[in-house]
Nanobody, 123 residues
Framework: QVQLVESGGGLVQAGGSLRLSCAAS????????MGWFRQASGKEREFVAAIAWNGISTDYEDSLKGRFTISRDNAKNTVFLQMNSLKPEDTAVYYC????????????????WGQGTQVTVSS
């Protein structure tokens, strides 16, 4: 079992930046693929970004490429999501998720989830 704790959310003006962190415990972090998802009020959870266990391969939702960057520090058991040029439509609860070795774009591919962190972007 993996425990995930997100942090770094908050209120930011449009055009600003936030860096989300997700600390993992309970299982060898290096064996985990990690993903970020988000869920806006009244909408389904959607894929944001994913990173392979070794940090070499990354994937992004197409519309977020160039603004969001996923990275990981295996020595600190932490995955990050750097979000730049934020827009009001980025407002959502952001979740990190863990999958054994390989993770994709579907939430069903991830077995473990954090509690989420709220990101609110004001116009």
């Amino acid at each position: 079992q993996v425990q995930l704790v997100e942090s770094g959310g908050g209120l930011v003006q449009a055009g600003g930046s936030l860096r989300l962190s997700c600390a993992a415990s309970g299982r060898t972090f290096r064996a985990l693929a990690m993903g970020w998802f988000r869920q806006a009020s009244g909408k389904e959870r959607e894929f944001v970004a994913a990173i392979a266990w070794n940090g070499i391969s990354t994937d992004y939702e197409d519309s977020l490429k160039g603004r969001f960057t996923i990275s990981r520090d295996n020595a600190k058991n932490t995955v990050f999501l750097q979000m730049n040029s934020l827009k009001p439509e980025d407002t959502a609860v952001y979740y990190c998720a863990a999958a054994a070795w390989i993770g994709g774009r579907s939430p069903s591919e991830y077995a473990n989830w954090g509690q989420g962190t709220q990101v609110t972007v004001s116009s």
